[in-house]
C-alpha cells in the first residue's frame, strides 16, 4: 500500500486499481463514493465540532473571558456534551406548519454545503471530485443553501422565521455579486476554473502576492462577501437573536436545529477553503523566489498540514470579525454591498484584466 | 469631484475604525492575563473580593469586643425596607448616670437591598459592609443575624 504524505495521488489509484480488480466498474463506483462519502461525514462531523469549540474558546479570549472549560481538559469535550444534548432533545411538531417543507429545509441547507466541500482540494491528490469549473461549481452550489433557509421561514409558519429568511435572501442575493466577482478576479489571474491548477499555478508564489493590489482587494472583499454569505455576525440579520429571537431557526429544535447550526460552522469552513485555496495557494508550501534552502524546509512541512493552517487562518479571521464589529442594519447592508464593494469590485476586474494582459504579474 | 473624495475618505475611515476595533479585540485575545473570570468554587480559598464590595451590613469590633454603635436609631429610621431594628436598654453608669445602649442590633440579610442609607447615615461609623458572599442558606430564620456580638460594649470616647 502506497502511502505518501505529501502526494496522495498514488493512494487513491492504489485503491481505484485494487477495487477494480476485484469488482465490476459499476461497483467501483458505488464503492469509491461511499468512501468518499463516508470520508466527507467524519471530516464534516469533527471540524464542526471543533469550529464550536475553536469559536466560543476565541470569543471568550476576545471578551476577556475563560469560555468552556469544565468538561474536560480546557473544556475540550464541552460540544461533545452539547452534541448529545442536541441529539436526545424532542422534535416539538409546529402546529398549521408545512410538515414536508419543514422538514426538508434542514437537508438542503446541509445537502448544499456538502456538495461545495467535494470540490475542495485539502492536497495533493486528496479531491473528491477536480470539475474543470470548479470555481463556478463552488459558486453555485453554495448559493443552493439560501434555499433550505427560504424554506425553513416560510413553513414555519412563524413571522420572525419567515422575516428572516427574507433578509437572508436579499442579503445572499446582493452579495453572491461580489463573491463571483471576486473570485473571477483570481480566474483571470489564474487563466483557469480548475482547482487543482489554480493552486498549480500559485506553486511559484501565492495569488495574493503575485496579483499586486487587486489581488488583495479582491481577497477582502472576499472575506466581506463570504462573511455575509454564511450569515455570520457582523452580517446576521437572517438570526438577529435581539430582534428576531433565533431568525430562520426559531421553530426548529433537536437534530434539525443541529443541522442549521453544524451547516453554518461548515459553510464557514468553506468559504474559509476557498479563500485558502484561491488566493494563499491552497495545499502550497509558502515560497520565496530564490530561496532554495528555506524553500526545502517549507516543502518539509505536509501540504494538509499548510491547507489546514490556511483554512483556518481565514476561519480565525471571520470569528474575530464577529465578535469585534456590531451588527449592520438592513439598509447599512445593502448600502455597503451595492454602493461600495461592487463598484470597486467592477473596476478591480478591470485593473486585473489589465495587469494580465500587460503581463506585469509575477 | 468632491464626492468622489468623499466616497474615498468614507472608506479609509471606515476601515480604519474597523481595524481599531480589531486591534482592541486582538490585544485581548493575545493576553490571556486580560481575563476577569474567576473559576469561584475552585479559588474559593484564595479569592479576595473587591474593597468596594457590599456582601452584608456588620459592625466592626475592636480586639477588645468594643463597637462604636450609640444606639441612636438612625440607621433604623433609614432603612427602607425595616430591614434593620435596634433594640436598646438602659443601664447605670459607674457615676451613676442612666445612659441608653444597645441590647440587640438585629440586621435581616433577607429583606437587606443593599443600598448602604445605613452604613452612610451613621453618625458614628459603627457599621460597615464585610465581603462576605455566600450567603445561601436552607432557613429563612439563618438570614436574620444580630450585629453586635454577646458580651460586647461600646468604645470608650463614642458618645
Not at chain 1, 28 to 43: A, C, P, R, W
Not at chain 1, 87 to 115: C, G, Q
Not at chain 2, 59 to 88: L, Y
Request: with cysteine; glycine share 6%; net charge neutral.
Amino acid at each position: 500500500m502506497p502511502f505518501d504524505i505529501y502526494d496522495f495521488t498514488s493512494l487513491t489509484q492504489w485503491i481505484d486499481t485494487s477495487l477494480q480488480n476485484a469488482m465490476s466498474p459499476f461497483w467501483t463506483v458505488i464503492v469509491e463514493m461511499l468512501i468518499v462519502g463516508v470520508l466527507i461525514l467524519l471530516f464534516y462531523a469533527l471540524i464542526g465540532l471543533f469550529l464550536v469549540y475553536a469559536e466560543r474558546k476565541v470569543c471568550a479570549f476576545m471578551q476577556n473571558r475563560l469560555g468552556p472549560n469544565r468538561v474536560g481538559p480546557f473544556g475540550m469535550f464541552q460540544t461533545i456534551a452539547d452534541l448529545v444534548k442536541l441529539l436526545l432533545v424532542e422534535l416539538i411538531p409546529i402546529r398549521k406548519a408545512d410538515k414536508f417543507l419543514f422538514n426538508l429545509a434542514p437537508f438542503i441547507v446541509i445537502i448544499a454545503s456538502f456538495m461545495a466541500i467535494a470540490a475542495i482540494p485539502f492536497a495533493k491528490g486528496l479531491h473528491a471530485i477536480d470539475l474543470n469549473i470548479g470555481v463556478l461549481y463552488v459558486i453555485a452550489v453554495s448559493a443552493m443553501g439560501v434555499i433550505g433557509i427560504l424554506l425553513a421561514g416560510w413553513s414555519s409558519n412563524n413571522k420572525y422565521s419567515l422575516i428572516g429568511a427574507m433578509r437572508s435572501g436579499a442579503q445572499i442575493v446582493s452579495y453572491e455579486l461580489s463573491v463571483g466577482l471576486s473570485l473571477i478576479t483570481v480566474v483571470i489571474l489564474a487563466g483557469s476554473m480548475q482547482l487543482s491548477e489554480i493552486v498549480m499555478a500559485q506553486a511559484d508564489g501565492w495569488f495574493i502576492f503575485k496579483g499586486h493590489i487587486p489581488a488583495f482587494i479582491a481577497f477582502v472583499i472576499f472575506l466581506i462577501a463570504s462573511t455575509a454569505e454564511t450569515n455570520r455576525g457582523p452580517f446576521d440579520l437572517a438570526e438577529a437573536e435581539s430582534e428576531l429571537t433565533a431568525g430562520y431557526h426559531t421553530e426548529y429544535s433537536g437534530i434539525k436545529f443541529a443541522f442549521f447550526f453544524l451547516a453554518e460552522y461548515i459553510n464557514m469552513f468553506i468559504v474559509a477553503s476557498i479563500a485558502a485555496t484561491v488566493f494563499l495557494g491552497g495545499w502550497m508550501p509558502f515560497h520565496i523566489g530564490h530561496w532554495d534552502g528555506f524553500n526545502h524546509i517549507m516543502d518539509f512541512i505536509p501540504p494538509f498540514i499548510w491547507f489546514i493552517v490556511k483554512a483556518f487562518f481565514i476561519v480565525f479571521l471571520m470569528i474575530w470579525f464577529k465578535w469585534t464589529f456590531p451588527r449592520l442594519r438592513i439598509d447599512q447592508l445593502l448600502t455597503l454591498e451595492w454602493k461600495y464593494l461592487l463598484p470597486i469590485n467592477l473596476v478591480n476586474v478591470l485593473i486585473m484584466s489589465f495587469i494580465v494582459l500587460m503581463g506585469w504579474h509575477f | 469631484m468632491r464626492s468622489i473624495i468623499i466616497y474615498f475618505k468614507e472608506i479609509a475611515e471606515g476601515v480604519w475604525s474597523l481595524l481599531k476595533g480589531m486591534k482592541v479585540t486582538g490585544s485581548y485575545f493575545l493576553r490571556p492575563s486580560t481575563i476577569v473570570t474567576q473559576k469561584y468554587p475552585d479559588n474559593r480559598k484564595d479569592l479576595v473580593m473587591f474593597d468596594r464590595f457590599k456582601g452584608e451590613v456588620i459592625m466592626p469590633h475592636n480586639d477588645k469586643n468594643e463597637h462604636k454603635c450609640t444606639g441612636c436609631g438612625i440607621c433604623e429610621i433609614n432603612c427602607p425596607n425595616g430591614s434593620i431594628e435596634v433594640i436598646s436598654k438602659t443601664i447605670m453608669t459607674e457615676d451613676g448616670k442612666k445612659k441608653r445602649v444597645i441590647d440587640k442590633h438585629i440586621y435581616r440579610l433577607g429583606m437587606c437591598t443593599f443600598c448602604a442609607l445605613c452604613v452612610k447615615t451613621c453618625p458614628s461609623n459603627a457599621l460597615a459592609f464585610s465581603q462576605e458572599f455566600e450567603h445561601a442558606v436552607f432557613s429563612k430564620a439563618t438570614l436574620i443575624k444580630v450585629s453586635n456580638k454577646p458580651g460586647s460594649q461600646l468604645m470608650k470616647g463614642v458618645e
